[in-house]
């Protein structure tokens, strides 16, 4: 990654460590079951071919776009997963 996530801050007055885990967690969870339902959602020839040839290309090229943005939220979420991690062993 070429840019920084901001993490939170595990302090006295704030959200506790273990809360602010098991909802990164939680939302990575959510992710990577959203990813696996887009994946079963993939663009079909079958539906695309009566509007000419690109229309399938044109599809798949959005489709791949979605499963990238959804990658991207995993990573950042990862990324704050562990910061809270490396902060709760200090």
């Known amino acids: 990654m070429s840019w920084q996530v ?3 801050t595990i302090h006295r ?4 460590k273990e809360e602010l885990f ?3 967690t939680n939302a990575l969870g959510a992710i990577r079951s959203a990813k696996v339902a887009l994946q079963a959602a993939a663009p079909h020839g079958r ?3 009566v509007q000419g040839e690109p229309a399938l290309d044109v599809a798949m ?9 959804l990658s991207a939220i ?5 990324a704050i997963a562990e910061g809270i ?4 062993t200090r």
């Open 13 to 16: 007055n704030g959200t506790s």
């Open 22 to 24: 098991r909802q990164i």
């Open 47 to 49: 539906d695309y071919y």
């Open 85 to 88: 991690a490396d902060q709760w």
């Open 61 to 69: 090229a959005e489709h791949r776009h979605r499963l990238d943005k």
């Open 74 to 78: 995993q990573l950042e979420l990862e």
């Open 6 to 8: 901001m993490m939170p």
